[in-house]
């Protein structure tokens, strides 16, 4: 039996061990979905990351290892732009200040906020 290229429907993208591969090797979308999952991840231990009863230093143990690697699996074989590098270290530095929590200024009693 022979097939002949015009049997073959092209593929724009698929999910690959847990990636997204385009045909024109986009990592964009793939960034999208890694934040997406992040986020996900995220609120799903964020009464843990909020609470007063942990250490930061614990807290920030725990986002290494559960939050991290959800987000930069695979990043080894990523060849980023500066916009997808600015979007992964956003993410990064949303989730540190959510740690961190604003604190109140003890002169002032405002309340001072977290910058990068």
């Not at 049997?7 to 997204?20: A, I, M, S």
């Not at 997808?84 to 540190?96: A, G, P, S, T």
């Amino acid at each position: 039996m022979r097939m002949d290229n015009s049997t073959f429907e092209r593929v724009e993208e698929f999910k690959y061990l847990g990636t997204t591969l385009t045909n024109q090797n986009f990592i964009a979308e793939e960034i999208k979905s890694r934040l997406r999952s992040g986020n996900a991840c995220y609120h799903s231990v964020q009464n843990l990351l909020s609470s007063r009863l942990l250490s930061k230093n614990l807290k920030i143990k725990r986002y290494r290892t559960v939050i991290l690697p959800v987000v930069l699996n695979g990043r080894e074989t990523w060849s980023l732009t500066l916009q997808e590098e600015r979007r992964l270290r956003v993410f990064e530095n949303k989730v540190l200040r959510r740690i961190f929590r604003p604190r109140r200024d003890e002169v002032t009693g405002d309340w001072r906020r977290l910058h990068n």
